[in-house]
């Protein structure tokens, strides 16, 4: 099987590592002089993890064009939670850790899916629905 991995830019790895962490992600690798994994990966599930590499090198991985500032929302990492409380609980953990809120908790999408719109520290979004 193959493993997929999610490559976004960050400018802060440690800032980055406390806000997933704080959102229930766990690193995966072997740490650095710092104590976090170089590159700093989590592991989403047994073949997908998401990776962040420091936005001064993230040109490697895309072709040395530039690195997005974190105000356009390209990619959306989408979270399937259980039930309309989990979407809010996850909102309220994410502003919590520092979150942006790009939409609020409701029902946006159809009338049978509850979702809200966050945002990681470099601008990155995360669409929770439940």
């Given at each position: 099987?193959?493993?997929i991995t999610i490559a976004?830019p960050?400018?802060?790895r440690?800032r980055t590592?406390?806000?997933?962490r704080?959102?229930g992600f ?6 650095a002089?710092?104590g ?6 989590f ?7 998401l990776?962040?590499a420091?936005?001064?090198g ?5 072709g040395?064009e530039?690195?997005g ?5 390209e990619c959306?990492?989408g979270l399937?939670?259980?039930s ?8 309220e953990r994410?502003r919590r850790?520092?979150a942006g809120?790009l939409?609020e908790?409701?029902?946006?999408l ?13 601008g990155?979004a995360l669409?929770?629905?439940g």
């Open positions: 099987m193959t493993t976004l960050t400018t802060d440690v590592a406390a806000f997933y704080a959102l766990e690193t995966s690798g072997e740490p002089e710092d976090l994994p170089e590159p700093l990966r592991a989403l599930n047994e073949h997908t993890e990776m962040f420091p936005t001064g993230f040109g490697w991985v895309i040395n530039p690195v500032t974190g105000e356009a929302k959306v990492l399937a939670l259980g309309p409380a989990e979407v809010d609980e996850f909102v994410s850790a520092g809120v939409i908790p409701g029902r946006r159809d009338p049978n899916r509850y979702a809200a719109t966050t945002t990681d520290p470099d990155h669409m929770a629905t």
